[in-house]
């Protein structure tokens, strides 16, 4: 890439390097760059023409997971690297039993793409939704990989339309196809004169799918408020997004709920806790000890446990699951930089609710317009939409069969996608 953009890059290198002496989570990202080229050593040494799949973090990863696994599941013998950018993605998943090596993947300078593609020698590089990492691509191209991006999805205020954006705009040149969630998507590009673009949809609808369809079960949780008008979740939950919905859950003890914080810590989650002032809330793990320790003696349930109300999710991994126990979610991030994933929620046929940034999100306008999502503005109108799902059970079953079938209308991107990247 050019000289600027190389500078830009070691600025945003030194930067990272300065705010890491007070954050965590980027201190945990650069020392987990610094043993990327091990573990590429180590794990893939005897194992040449990798598949590289690289996402930016946990939700990215989500939508690449169909395809990872799919890949798995019908050429075992085939190595698969899976990179991160954020903490959020590969301390959850560094141990994701589908991938021969999960690293870091190091800043985007032309050294470090030079030494992680030697190390790395992929066969295919596949980057899910919005990753454009300029060197990277460029050295793929030239070393003539074959480099995908899959699930994308583009907006006209993004800056490859913009004066200006030649740089990005030479970056998408560099794909051998482009795979899109929509036409519009494949309309724009064509504008700027990118026509190797296939409509393939959004492989998270399948994603979710499998997790529906999967047989998980969390101790306990059909025995938790099975007298409770209705359950409501919470899922990437927010303070603002507490701040909207925590004061009807307190003037509405006969409604039980299972609320998941995108990030916590041990101050975090006894600070959730005392928001709650109608009714006892357990820790998720508190719950499932106590289920599991009598189980165990085959003993019954105590029954102070029947006056527990609410659990709040204190590990990862189990929100997907958790959301089948649920008659309404409640998307977090809709006031903050934008909602997270919708159809996590929607796939068990439930209605979503969301605050208002989700402009960037296709999923939430199409759930708008087929009546299984909505948007709340401030917290009186989350209060006048959760009066009239608890007064109107019907309504509530619509809106959730609406939610259900919007996903189900929208399966087989992973399918398209493969058959044509792995044929």
């Known amino acids: 890439m050019n000289l600027l953009y190389n500078t830009a890059i070691t600025l945003y290198g030194a930067a990272a390097q300065i705010v890491s002496l007070k954050s965590v989570k980027v201190r945990k990202m650069l020392r987990g760059q610094l043993r990327t080229s091990e573990l590429l050593r180590h794990k893939l040494a005897d194992k040449p023409g990798a598949v590289w799949f690289h996402a930016s973090s946990l939700g990215e990863f989500e939508q690449g997971r169909p395809m990872i696994e799919r890949l798995k599941r019908e050429h075992p013998e085939t190595p698969v690297l899976l990179s991160f950018f954020s903490p959020s993605g590969y301390e959850v998943r560094k141990n994701y039993h589908f991938a021969d090596a999960v690293v870091y993947l190091p800043f985007d300078s032309p050294r470090k793409v030079r030494k992680f593609l030697d190390l790395a020698r992929p066969s295919k590089a596949i980057f899910i939704k919005y990753e454009f990492w300029g060197n ?40 051998t196809r482009l795979y899109v969630q929509d036409e519009r998507s494949r309309r724009l590009l064509k504008v700027i004169g990118v026509e190797n673009v296939t409509v393939a949809g959004d492989t998270r609808f399948d994603r979710v799918t499998d997790v529906m369809n999967s047989t998980v079960e969390i101790p306990g949780i059909t025995e938790f408020a099975r007298d409770a008008r209705i359950k409501f979740i919470a899922g990437s939950s927010w303070e603002s997004d507490e701040d909207i919905y925590v004061p009807w859950l307190n003037a509405h003890p006969e409604v039980s709920f299972l609320i998941a914080p995108h990030e916590f810590n ?3 989650l006894e600070a959730l806790r005392n928001r709650f002032t109608n009714g006892k809330v357990m820790l998720l793990s508190e719950w499932i000890n106590v289920v599991k320790s009598h189980r165990k003696e085959d003993k019954q349930l105590p029954g102070w446990m029947s006056e527990v109300r609410g659990l709040i999710v204190d590990s ?75 007064a109107d059970e019907a309504l509530m079953k619509r809106s959730g069969a609406a939610a259900g079938k919007y996903i189900s209308d929208n399966l087989g991107a992973t399918d398209r996608i493969y058959s044509e990247i792995f044929a």
């Open 316 to 390: 990862f991994g189990k929100l997907s699951t958790l959301y089948r126990y649920a008659d309404v979610a409640y998307i977090g991030g809709g006031f903050g930089a934008g909602i997270h994933n919708l159809n996590e929620a929607a796939v068990y046929g439930m209605p979503v609710i969301f605050g208002p940034n989700h402009s960037k999100f296709k999923e939430a306008s199409d759930l708008i317009t087929c009546g299984g999502g909505y948007s709340v503005a401030d917290k009186d109108a989350f209060e006048t939409l959760a009066d009239r799902f608890l």
């Open 136 to 175: 990277y691509l460029e050295e793929l191209h030239a070393r003539g990989i074959p480099t995908y991006l899959i699930s994308s999805i583009f907006r006209p205020g993004q800056r490859f339309f913009r004066s200006g954006g030649g740089m990005f705009r030479r970056m998408l040149g560099y794909f």
């Open 266 to 268: 041990e101050m975090r």
